[in-house]
């Protein structure tokens, strides 16, 4: 399983490394899939995922395509050899992940061990659950009250993106406050994810580090 875990993309030069150095292929023989379903009611045309697959281009890969899996069938995940799955809002992402079967496409593309890149709300849909999000920002659930709070479940443990960004989680508490408040009510310890950091698999050992 190769897993490229981050809060922004490929947002500076050290995550673009990273990313060539998990390809199999040259760039030029990659092909890469954006998930756009997160953007919500922009998908395609949001600017961070004309940015994201603008940055792509430039790396020298020839395709890169959009699917959004509230409206197209995620079979066609399996042609690419590497999935991007942008930020946006975790809830609405991962309610059509769970609906369109995607998330059994995702899990059958990381037995195959093809690089899946997360992104904010992509990086936690990847993981366990959305307790954290929950716990964080809670009106995202107010119109979905039956929602499972279960995720696609590729690692076991909860990550908060941004975790270096009070302006995007304004409240009373700081973020490490809420994260202690968190921690002690679930019994599970968050790892935090700053944007300018990425968590990676290493598909031999079946363990993640932190490269900061």
């Not at 599970?188 to 079946?206: A, Y």
């Amino acid at each position: 399983m190769k897993l490229m875990l981050t809060s922004k993309g490929l947002s500076n030069k050290k995550l673009t490394r990273s990313f060539l150095k998990l390809l199999d292929k040259k760039p030029e023989d990659t092909s890469v899939c954006i998930i756009t379903t997160a953007a919500t009611n922009q998908k395609s045309t949001h600017p961070r995922i004309k940015q994201a697959k603008e940055i792509f281009l430039q790396l020298g890969i020839q395709q890169v395509d959009y699917l959004d899996v509230e409206m197209d069938d995620p079979i066609h995940l399996l042609n690419y050899k590497c999935i991007y799955i942008a930020g946006g809002n975790p809830v609405f992402l991962l309610k059509h992940i769970h609906r369109s079967g995607a998330h059994v496409i995702l899990k059958e593309i990381a037995e195959r061990n093809i690089l899946i890149i997360g992104v904010s709300a992509g990086t936690i849909a990847l993981g366990p659950h959305l307790k954290i999000i929950n716990h964080f920002t809670p009106d995202l659930f107010v119109t979905e009250a039956d929602f499972s709070l279960d995720g696609v479940g590729l690692f076991d443990f909860p990550i908060m993106p941004h975790a270096d960004r009070e302006d995007i989680f304004p409240s009373n508490h700081t973020i490490s406050e809420r994260i202690e408040q968190y921690e002690q009510k679930f019994n599970e310890q968050v790892v935090l994810l700053p944007d300018d950091e990425v968590i990676i698999t290493d598909s031999v050992n079946k363990t993640f580090y932190r490269l900061n």
